[in-house]
């Protein structure tokens, strides 16, 4: 956290400043890279350690995992675009944990909360000079914060949002999906760069001061720490919810519905359930 609370007093936004790529660059780039062997990983390092800013996305599926699963990361500096097979690296992903910690590169997300607590949960990668675009629009007051909403906004570019419901486990990947991957991380220096200059603006016209505003789009997602919740017992939470909406929405059924036997017999059940999911690993949901 120190370098976090260091970038707090002085926030580190050269690499948005000195940002020059021209969009009609950016849509002529059409090319990425498969990443899915060390060797091509720790070259990805190699790359992003000379860099001042780069773009990151991820596509994680928590609909067929108990904790959820990171499976694809996108990364797109000024060059190039990378997708990073994390399922296949998951046990090397931490070759680019020193590239995600140092404070001297700004890591460009969009609605990063998630991701940054995934990224510690699967990898323990913790991430220091985050600008998050999502946090931009809110200080901004836009009417929208979505990716899609400043994909179309900045750059004239539409997505299909729906294939972020589709199953990334599977491999190998559709090329539509690979391409909408892609696209999630390509445009977003370009749009961190106009809402900065937005952010400046804005500072003109209103307060609080500048470094106030960007220490929020910077580093508020940062200092999140995963954590899971302790139950009192497995399913505790579930059986407490399920018990409670009993009593809530049937408050007439004879008293014998909702009584120790039945309490007992849903915390059991809910037990199994959450103990079934974890040994198999799927989603509770």
């Not at 091509?40 to 001042?52: I, P, T, Y």
């Not at 931009?136 to 179309?152: E, R």
Request: proline share 3%; hydrophobic share 40%; aromatic share 10%.
């Amino acid at each position: 956290m120190t370098e976090i609370s260091a970038l707090v007093k002085e926030p580190n936004v050269k690499a948005l400043e000195n940002y020059n790529e021209k969009l009609d660059e950016l849509k002529r780039r059409g090319s990425y890279v498969w990443v899915e062997t060390g060797s091509q990983l720790q070259e990805l390092a190699d790359v992003l350690s000379g860099e001042m800013i780069f773009g990151v996305d991820v596509e994680h599926d928590s609909v067929r995992s108990f904790l959820g699963l990171i499976c694809l990361v996108q990364i797109s500096t000024k060059r190039e675009d990378y997708l990073v097979d994390a399922i296949a690296l998951h046990h090397l992903m931490d070759i680019l944990r020193p590239i995600f910690a140092g404070p001297g590169i700004c890591k460009v997300f969009h609605a990063a909360d998630n991701d940054v607590l995934w990224l510690q949960r699967d990898f323990h990668i913790y991430v220091v000079n985050l600008f998050d675009t999502a946090k931009a629009c809110h200080v901004l007051s836009k009417p929208q914060n979505s990716l899609a909403y400043l994909l179309k906004t900045y750059c004239g570019v539409i997505t299909n949002k729906q294939l972020r419901r589709e199953d990334w486990r599977q491999r190998p990947l559709p090329e539509e999906m690979l391409h909408y991957a892609k696209k999630d991380s390509h445009y977003l220096m370009y749009i961190a760069c106009c809402v900065y200059k937005e952010l400046k603006i804005h500072d003109l016209e209103s307060s609080p001061c500048l470094k106030n505003k960007l220490t929020f789009v910077l580093e508020a997602t940062c200092l999140q720490l995963f954590s899971i919740l302790i139950e009192a017992y497995p399913g505790y939470s579930a059986a407490s919810s399920i018990i409670s909406r009993c009593h809530r929405y049937h408050g007439n059924l004879p008293s014998n519905f909702v009584n120790a036997k039945f309490h007992d017999l849903v915390s059991r059940l809910c037990a199994w359930r959450h103990i079934m999911a974890r040994v198999h690993d799927e989603s509770l949901r």
